[in-house]
């Protein structure tokens, strides 16, 4: 099986950096997404890994190191529109993804 | 435009009755998922179809069934025998399930309220 942790709430001002960790346990990897989900909204995808590394799309950043199971989404000049739901999600060679909890980012002013 | 479609955005139906949910794609893509999402939760997966006329059980499978006729076309329905139904529903597609970097698209979601 394949299993998910995140942190459930995090909180962080305007302007700044947050950074949301995530760990996982999986047979088969096959790539990590990370998903973006407002209140009552589906989730919007974010950001893709499949080999060790960062990958940078804008003010967003995604790492993975497969070695440690071990990601995190780097969000950078925080703005009140960030405030919102962060998905992890691990997929394997079947074609199955299993998400996270999702971790509830509070941006403050 | 391409997309995934649900309707409707809001159902509410009386305990015991059978409900099904729709889920229509027009991006081509091969698979197709259905989730269930709980207050503070994250999604948990109940079936998935990779090719039609072919479906897989997920984590939460019991108490619902679906089916894959058609390669747009993936209904859920929601029977009796589950539980407790009250949850937001998500269907999602991918272009092809076992490709490494495609990400699921999702539809709007159905909130489903069992009186």
């Known amino acids: 099986g394949q299993n998910i942790d995140q942190p459930t709430e995090m909180t962080a001002t305007e302007g700044a950096i947050v950074q949301i960790n995530c760990t996982y346990q999986?047979?088969?990897?096959?790539?990590l997404f990370w998903y973006q989900q407002h209140a009552a909204e589906a989730p919007t995808f974010l950001s893709y890994?499949?080999?060790?590394g960062l990958e940078e799309k804008g003010r967003f950043s995604s790492f993975l190191s497969r070695s440690k199971g071990y990601s995190y989404l780097l969000l950078k000049e925080l703005q009140m529109k960030d405030s919102a739901s962060y998905l992890c999600?691990?997929?394997?060679?079947?074609?199955?993804?299993?998400f996270g909890d999702g971790t509830t980012l509070t941006v403050k002013p | 435009d391409g997309g995934i479609t649900q309707s409707p955005k809001y159902l509410f139906r009386k305990e015991g009755q059978n409900v099904t949910l729709s889920c229509e794609q027009n991006l081509n893509h091969d698979a197709m998922y259905w989730y269930r999402q709980d207050p503070g939760q994250g999604l948990r997966l109940i079936y998935y179809?990779?090719?039609?006329?072919?479906?897989q059980k997920g984590d939460i499978a019991e108490g619902y069934s679906v089916s894959r006729e058609k390669k747009e076309s993936f209904p859920l329905t929601v029977t009796s025998a589950q539980k407790n139904p009250t949850a937001f529903y998500l269907c999602?597609?991918?272009?092809?399930?076992?490709?490494?970097?495609?990400?699921?698209?999702f539809g709007p979601g159905t909130r489903l309220t069992v009186l």
């Open positions: 999602a597609s991918i272009e092809g399930p076992g490709l490494a970097g495609h990400e699921q698209f």
């Open positions: 999600a691990v997929k394997n060679n079947a074609g199955k993804s299993t």
């Open positions: 179809s990779q090719i039609v006329n072919d479906f």
């Open positions: 999986t047979s088969g990897f096959n790539g």
């Open positions: 890994n499949v080999l060790d």
